[in-house]
């Protein structure tokens, strides 16, 4: 079974390198075998079924992971060469299932825009592009072939995510919504801000992250501004799943086979833990800090 997080796309275009390190990934996957993978931005981290913690990918400044179908595990490396050259540079990163490490797409300068980790079970890519004052939605197939996934008009596309139902699910600006296959799209949340700042430091632009869903259809976004992850039933109910405790905030996460949630968190101090909660309640946090 796979599990995918999907990325940050427009992040790096409003980076500065002073800020690159404190800004959350919310990559965290799961493979057919239970052991799941998560960024810290600093190295990516293998959770064994056993509760073992180890470094899968050591040193890539990765924020977002994917896993195909046959367990090989995708990430990016971003760095910054510094103000002399004001140059970014980028590759794509491929930890296969048999334990090798290769890169699939080479050293590259610029930022991955259309080199994305949101893919679909044929391998496709989706990614926005900038249209003036609005974003588009694109798709290349995995033979190359690039479209207009829909013609609807986009505000400020933040993170995608698709779903095994074949939807895609866009983070735009504090709404939420659906792209259908046909292309049509729909408002699935658009209440998610809440009016207490439990987080004021966070920005709009940033106060939602991670997307996730289940077999049930329904969705899960971490809600970084408020510490909090919120799930969308499919008949448009919203309710708070998990609130991180003081100076944590969530940031992705996924539902394991069993019905576990997998939280993903990030603290004030740019650490990072995952925790896992049984469907009974009981609760194990992995914190390679």
């Not at 991955?112 to 197939?141: A, C, H, Q």
């Not at 576990?260 to 833990?273: G, L």
Request: hydrophobic content about 35%; proline content about 4%; glycine content about 8%.
């Amino acid at each position: 079974m796979k599990k995918e997080i999907a990325p940050v796309i427009l992040f790096f275009t409003l980076l500065f390198s002073s800020v690159v390190a404190a800004h959350p990934g919310i990559g965290i996957v799961m493979d057919s075998k239970g052991n799941v993978f998560y960024t810290d931005l600093t190295h990516v981290w293998k959770i064994a079924p056993d509760g073992s913690c180890t470094i899968a990918v050591k040193d890539v400044h990765t924020h977002e992971l994917y896993l195909d179908e046959n367990d090989n595990l995708f990430g990016e490396h971003v760095w910054y060469e510094g103000e002399a050259t004001d140059k970014w540079g980028y590759y794509i990163w491929c930890l296969k299932s048999n334990g090798s490490l290769e890169q699939a797409i080479p050293p590259t300068e610029g930022f991955p825009f259309n080199n994305t980790l949101v893919r679909d079970s044929e391998g496709s890519m989706y990614w926005p592009e900038k249209s003036g004052d609005i974003e588009i939605l694109k798709k290349e197939t995995a033979n190359g072939q690039t479209s207009l996934y829909t013609d609807y008009k986009f505000k400020d596309i933040r993170w995608l995510h698709f779903s095994e139902n074949n939807n895609l699910y866009v983070i735009d600006y504090l709404k939420i919504k659906k792209v259908t296959p046909s292309g049509d799209v729909v408002v699935i949340s658009d209440k998610l801000k809440e009016t207490w700042p439990s987080h004021a430091e966070v920005q709009d632009h940033h106060y939602l992250m991670g997307l996730w869903s289940d077999a049930q259809q329904n969705i899960f976004v971490a809600v970084y501004g408020a510490r909090k992850v919120k799930k969308i039933t499919p008949s448009g109910k919203i309710e708070t799943v998990f609130e991180s405790s003081k100076d944590w905030s969530p940031s992705g996460g996924l539902i394991g086979p069993d019905g576990s949630y997998w939280i993903m968190e990030f603290s004030v101090k740019n650490k990072t833990r995952v925790k896992k909660i049984s469907p009974y309640g009981d609760e194990v946090v992995y914190d390679q800090n």
